[in-house]
């Protein structure tokens, strides 16, 4: 079982943590969430971000550097 299968100790993240990490507005990061581009759980009023979740949408979101301008 792969460490984001392991759901025995999972590490949750306040969206304020999560915008830290990504360097975002907490504003975008509730729209990552509403969105469906970054799954949440919703504790009462609040949302937790499961890290691995992060890890994931980061890796997606490399780009490569390369310019295709002419």
Known sequence: MS???N???PKFLTVAEVAEVMRVSKMTVYRLVHS????AVR??????VPESAVDQYLKGAVVDGHSETA
């Open 3 to 5: 460490a984001e299968q």
């Open 43 to 48: 504790f009462g009023r609040s949302y937790r």
């Open 36 to 39: 469906g581009e970054m799954p």
């Open 7 to 9: 759901f025995s100790n």
